[in-house]
């Protein structure tokens, strides 16, 4: 069925703009079911959600990151990227991408995660 892939740097240096792909199969990120997403998880802090892009192309935001964060997508590709500017060693996490039917309120049956990333920042 649906299946993400991430992928990206493993390492990016302070003050840098970490750019990840998320490549889609088994489903187009057009269709009208799932909200594709972005969320990373680091020690102590649990799962974050950064955002997410519709079907139709409407983005959203977590307010935290809203000013460094965009999500935009390659529908000939079928793909959708995270770019994440001014980054810091705060921002070393593990980074997924997924498909999901809510937005961020509740996990899904349904929902379909990346295997993630490990991204560090350091210089």
């Known amino acids: 069925q649906v299946q993400l892939q991430e992928s990206g740097p493993d390492l990016v240096k302070p003050s840098q703009t970490l750019t990840l792909m998320c490549t889609v199969s088994?489903?187009?990120?057009?269709?009208?079911?799932y909200y594709w997403t972005w969320q990373r998880r680091s020690p102590g802090k649990g799962l974050e959600w950064m955002?997410?892009?519709?079907?139709?192309?409407?983005?959203f935001y977590s307010p935290s990151l809203r000013s460094r964060t965009f999500i935009s997508r390659d529908t000939s590709s079928n793909q959708f990227s995270l770019q994440l500017s001014s980054v810091t060693p705060d921002d070393t996490a593990v980074y997924y991408c997924?498909?999901?039917?809510?937005?961020?309120?509740?996990?899904?049956?349904?929902?379909?995660w990346g295997p993630g990333t490990q991204v560090t920042v350091s210089s």
């Open positions: 955002g997410a892009i519709a079907s139709d192309g409407s983005t």
């Open positions: 997924a498909a999901r039917i809510n937005l961020h309120d509740y996990d899904d049956e349904n929902d379909r």
């Open positions: 088994g489903a187009s990120i057009t269709a009208n079911y």
